[in-house]
Each structure stands twice: as C-alpha cells, then as structure tokens.
C-alpha cells in the first residue's frame, strides 16, 4: 500500500481555498450537477468504511450528496457540511442532514465521527486546519479520507475537445491541449498529506487509487460540461459555442464514447489529537 512522499511541488499562486467565488459557484445548478457528475468507485466506499472504527461519516464539502449516498448505502449514517446554501439546501430535499458552513469554521458541538471524507472538494479547505478540525471530530482510530477523480477521453475525441476549446474559449486551460489529469491533481495529493504531516495527529498518509471507465452519450457529456468549475460564468452565447462545438466532435465518433477515470485518495488514520493552534485557517480570503 503505497505512501505519499513528502517531496513538496510547485502550487498554484492562489490556494484554490482561498478562491471563494469559484467555490461556491457549483451550486448555480444543483440538479443538474447531482445528475451529471459521476458517483465514486464502489471498492473504494467499502474500503473506507472497512478501516473506520464504525459508521458515523461526515462528509466535507457534501455538495448534492453524490458521495454521502453511496457511504449511506454502505450502512453509514452521514452529516454533511457544505459551504453552499444552495447545495445543501437541494441534499436536505433528498434527505441528508447537512449543516452550512466553512469547514474550518465548523462547530463540531462535541460529536465525534469514525471517518472524515471530502469528495472532490478538500481543495477548497485550508489544508492544515481542515486536517486539525478533522482530527478534533474524529474518534481514536478514525479515518480522514479526501478523494478526487480525474477523467481522460481517448486521443482523438480529446483533441476535437481541444480544438473546440481553442476555437471558442482560447484563454481556457482546455485549450492548451491538456486535460486536468493526475499531474495536476497531484498538487492537491500533495498539500491534501503535507496537512496531516503538519497537523501531527495522524498516521503516515497513504494513497489509494482506482481506475475506472464510464461510457457517456453526445447529451450525457455536454450535461456534465456545465458543471466544471467556472463554466457557469461562461458568457451564454460563448456556452453555446461550445456545447455546439463538443456535441459536433461527439457526433464524428459516432455519438458516444468511452471515459476512463482514475479515483485518488489520501488518507491516513487519527492517533492522536490536534495541537490547539492548528484548528483555524492559516490565511482568510
């Protein structure tokens, strides 16, 4: 079970934590980002769960509640926590108990929990007083478990992707040829252990990875293209380009294609508790 070196890598300028109008800019359209985004590796619920000390989760960033289900029917009994009012008010709908807040800036009220997870989201959590705001909530032997999934089309739908980008949005990352892959992310993997290294009250972060594929038709991709981060600001005649423009390029390769997704988490197990002075943000946005 491989561990994460703690070799540091070159960050972004600005912490994506501290970007808060993009944090909070999912939640424009929570029904279609709980139907377009995909859910998480089944194997990797079950090995959360399997190393918690027992079944009470609380989910970090819940969002609609994609991630907080499936850890619900695996038996868990799940409280959420999300920044977004409008988020949490569309997983309270569909009966999820969620509470608004900054995670950081979260009261615990003294109840503990066996895991800590946060679904494609940690980024947006100071990393260091997360991870000691985890540690307070977390029983003896419980799991902090941060995950992110990074997609990949084949070669030849990504770059007509590419082009699309190019032509409509040319200062967009997607246009540079590149999909957000593990390279990228890996910055997040990163800061996610340099934080439980720092806090000092777990054990040695681990990674855990899951390859997976997922075929999408031409609607069910250009579905999921409004959900990525900052696409809701997208000017709409300039969103509609670009929709038009990918559901071309999906159409040339016959209307579908297949997706591989690769699922990360960094994890580690509590030991010990929190040093007091590391249970609030390091920087303020």
Known sequence: MPTIPPEPVALPEREPHLV?????????????????????????????????????????????????RQFQAAGCRVLG????????????QRGLEVEVAAFEAWDGAGRAFDAVIAAQAWHWVDPVAGTAKAAQVLRPGGRLAVF??????????????????RRVLPDS?????????????????????????????????????????????RDEWLDQVH??????????AEMEMLLAGIGAAIDAVGGSFTMHFTTVAVTAARTRAARPDLRQPLESP
């Open 227 to 236: 959900t990525f981060g900052g696409h809701s600001q997208i000017p709409p």
């Open 20 to 68: 808060r109008e993009l944090a909070e800019s999912f939640g424009s359209d929570p029904g279609r980002y709980d139907r377009a985004r995909p859910g998480y590796p089944e194997a990797l619920v079950e090995r959360i769960v399997a190393a918690s000390p027992g079944l009470d989760v609380l989910d970090v960033g819940i969002g609609t509640g994609i991630a907080a």
């Open 173 to 217: 990352p997607f246009s540079r040829g590149t999909m957000p892959g593990l390279d990228r992310y890996s910055v997040f993997f990163t800061k996610a252990a340099d934080g439980i290294r720092q806090v000092g009250a777990f054990g040695d972060p681990e990674q855990w990875r899951y390859d997976w594929d997922r075929p999408y038709t």
């Open 81 to 92: 926590v999300e920044v977004d009012v409008r988020m949490a008010q569309w997983a309270r």
């Open 148 to 165: 992110w999934y990074v997609f990949g089309p084949p070669s030849d739908v990504a770059e007509a992707f590419f082009a699309v980008y």
